[in-house]
């Protein structure tokens, strides 16, 4: 299924319009009613509860944004719903509450995190609950992940639904070390994009020159990027990418 329409013209707003000089964190209702208030779309991050659920929330761990600490994934999602995001009023919402809220009025651009740790077969769960909760949603959505196997299962569950892929050098990337050579070789060649019937990218904006880039938009791939923080780097961006996710200012 191809990228709507509305993905290419409305700047995606990472983790909604959150300001915390404002009393706004990320990935919080507040933060996605400030997007849809401006105009904006919006780039979200799911988590899994230990209920199965789909959770909107970035870390594995709850430390950074919340008072309290450990993983995510050993919390239900009702004790999920009763943590307090750091910085302002909300608590962590689940996908279900934010698909109500947004309601097709901007487009919703979902990041499903790793579950499998290093990017592995190990996944499923997340991916699934995700993929019910989309199947009666009718306003513009896509799915992504850094994980091409969290995407063939979405794909699986979902047909109809726009796919794509986070990509960035993976080779340079620290956080990706303990990946065989040849796999973060593939995985920074995006050779799982066709196999997958992928739509789009959204590429780290710091490597957007990078070949396979500009071939997969000659065939028809949409290019997002991503994390743009300045009108400088977005006019940079904006040279390659048809869109951006950004923050720390307004696109």
Known sequence: MALHPDFLTKPLAHRGLHDLAKGIPENSPAAFQAAIDAGYGIELDLQLSADAQAMVFHDDLLDRLTDETGEVRVKTADKLGSFRLKGGQDMIPTLAQILAQVDGQVPLLIEIKDQDGALGNDVGTLEVATARLLANY???????????HAMAVVRENAPDLAVGLVTCDFAADEGWASLPPERLAELTNIVDYERLGACFISHDRSDLNRPRVA?????????????????????????????????????
């Open 138 to 148: 009718t306003g513009p959505v896509a799915v992504m992940s850094f994980n091409p």
């Open 215 to 251: 071939e997969l938009k000659t065939t028809g791939a949409a290019i997002l990027c991503w994390t743009v923080r300045s009108a400088e780097e977005e006019a940079a961006a904006r040279q390659i990418a048809d869109n951006i996710t950004f923050e720390g200012y307004l696109a």
